[in-house]
């Protein structure tokens, strides 16, 4: 039974840093594509970065600021998060799935309950 579990969250003025982590159970990560979604207040949950094996993969919008990586002998995902804007703003939530990865990709089979992130300018 594969579960994902984030932590990190917080609030955090404009220009600062976070780091969030997923802890992942009951799956290998050289198997999965794993990514890190953002849902803002009143829009849709899209997909910020990606990661599969050595491969990753970033919005536009985080391009430079944020960095994905995996921890395999821990089994936890990160995202380190610096520069940070007002509109990085929202919930953030883990997602695993063992099917292509891309930038883009927004069908994962199993989701985190998600990190709250909030930054004020």
């Known amino acids: 039974q594969v579960q994902l579990v984030e932590s990190g969250g917080g609030s955090v003025q404009a220009g600062g840093s976070l780091r969030l982590s997923c802890a992942a159970s009951g799956l290998t990560f050289y198997w999965y594509c794993m990514g890190w979604f953002r849902q803002g207040p009143g829009k849709e949950r899209t997909g910020v970065a990606y990661?599969?094996?050595?491969?990753?993969y970033y919005a536009d919008s985080v391009k430079g600021r944020f960095t994905i990586s995996q921890d395999h002998a821990k089994n936890t995902l990160y995202l380190q998060m610096n520069s940070l804007k007002p509109e990085d703003t929202g919930m953030y939530y883990c997602?695993?799935?063992?099917?292509?990865?891309?930038?883009?990709?927004?069908?994962?089979?199993?989701w985190g309950q998600g990190a709250p992130v909030t930054v004020s300018s």
């Open positions: 997602a695993a799935d063992r099917y292509d990865c891309y930038s883009g990709k927004t069908a994962f089979e199993y």
């Open positions: 990661i599969y094996r050595d491969s990753t």
